[in-house]
């Protein structure tokens, strides 16, 4: 059976950083959605076409396009053992699609990373990305530290300011709560408190993905 995983949780959450750590253990790719649309936009391929019209246009690319190009990814070889989404679904029609998409391939676990809001004002507000890469620096670095992987000048992003964050947050809410209820009740939907350190919050999701009888770890 494989280790199908959807990660959900507002910004500033952690879902990216606690997706890659369980991909790396479990060994099946974290598929996000921003990456695989700019990679299907950068081959050329027909969705990737029709995405890039669409984005060209200021608009934002529907659920047709955004399952095709999901559905091509995890048809992929490496995908066939499990995978860890982050960034898909955000809607109900996408979640459903979803369910279509692994017919067959197992159960989806959801794991649903709660943070308070005001916790992740906090925490956006004060991020700082590298200028030159875009890699985030670490959340105790110094004033005057530079980027790790690159050396470049650590800046704010412009949409991290209090004001853009809030309303970041005040749409993921409105636009995922839907989501969060179509999934709530099911025995492999988890919440799972994101206001620990890092390290607690992993175990946690461990322990989530154990207690759903999933595959174990293939380092165990």
């Known amino acids: 059976m494989s280790l199908n995983v959807v990660m959900l949780g507002p910004p500033g959450a ?26 299907a936009v950068q081959r050329g391929t027909p969705l990737g076409k029709a995405a890039k019209a669409v984005m ?26 499990g995978f860890i989404l982050d960034g ?9 699609a979803l369910e ?22 906090k925490r ?6 590298c ?3 875009g890699a985030n620096a670490a959340p105790n670095a110094p004033a005057d530290a530079r980027c790790g992987q690159c050396g470049g000048e650590l800046v704010q992003r412009r949409d991290d300011s209090e004001a853009v964050v809030r309303e ?25 408190d994101g206001n620990q350190p890092p390290a607690a919050v992993y175990e946690a999701l461990r322990e989530a993905v154990a207690s759903a009888g999933m595959p174990a770890p293939r380092t165990a």
Not at 14 to 39: F, Y
Not at 88 to 95: D, H, K, L, S
């Open 131 to 133: 200028g030159a890469c």
């Open 56 to 81: 060209d246009a200021g608009k934002l690319v529907g659920d047709d396009i955004m399952v095709g190009i999901v559905r091509e990814r995890l048809d992929q070889p490496d995908a066939r053992r």
């Open 88 to 96: 898909f679904p955000r809607t109900v029609a996408q979640a459903e």
């Open 168 to 192: 970041r947050l005040r749409v993921y809410e409105a636009q995922t709560s839907p989501l969060v209820e179509h999934y709530r009740g099911r025995a492999t939907f988890f919440p799972v």
């Open 14 to 39: 952690g879902k990216g950083t606690q997706a890659d750590r369980l991909a790396r253990e479990h060994g099946i790719p974290k598929v996000s959605t921003g990456d695989i649309l700019r990679d």
């Open 100 to 121: 279509g998409i692994l017919a067959g391939r197992g159960p989806v676990v959801v794991l649903l990373l709660d943070v308070p809001s005001e916790e992740l004002v």
């Open 124 to 129: 956006l507000s004060s991020r700082r990305v």
